[in-house]
């Protein structure tokens, strides 16, 4: 794991720019928000997610995150069907500004074309470089 200016960036992820993750579980992905993410809207207080057997489209909206600050769309960062919702995290939001890594992640996917939409995300390496970009922007 990797500090950029305070904001967390695990090994062993993809990234979205539209502050996703992924982890690839054998014939499945889990999802969820970044550390970059959660930080940046605050305290997160209600999450909507969708019901297992969804079927979502990279880069289209699944759901949204709602904050003190904000309503946010979460982006999907994979294709594929939902198998399974972290339904914790809808009945304490605020999983996703403890633990966004771990016990806050959100959705369990059965991609549908991974091989393809992985070269769509950013790996390790270049999620750091992004976010010592947004950093130096922000």
Same mark, same amino acid.
């Given at each position: 794991m990797v500090k950029v200016e305070g904001y967390e960036v695990p090994e062993g992820l993809y990234y979205t720019k539209d502050f996703e993750w992924i982890k690839v579980e054998g014939d499945k992905i889990r999802m969820g #928000?970044?550390? &970059?993410a959660q930080k940046q809207l605050r305290e997160i207080v209600y999450a909507e997610l969708p019901s297992s057997g969804t079927v979502? $489209? *990279? %880069?289209?909206?699944?759901?949204? !995150?709602?904050?003190? $600050? !904000?309503v946010s769309d979460m982006i999907a960062a994979i294709s594929g069907t939902v198998e399974?919702?972290?339904? @914790?995290?809808?009945s304490k939001p @605020?999983? #996703?500004?403890?633990?966004? &890594?771990?016990?806050?992640? #959100?959705l369990i996917v059965k991609p549908s074309n991974l091989q393809a939409e992985l070269s %769509? #995300?950013?790996?390790?390496?270049? !999620?750091? *470089?992004?976010?010592k970009t947004l950093v130096k922007e922000g």
């Open positions: #928000l970044t550390d &970059y979502i $489209k *990279q %880069n289209e909206p699944y759901g949204t !995150a709602e904050s003190v $600050k !904000a399974e919702i972290n339904t @914790e995290v809808q @605020e999983i #996703l500004n403890e633990d966004p &890594y771990g016990k806050g992640w #959100l %769509n #995300l950013m790996d390790f390496n270049q !999620a750091v *470089q992004w976010h």
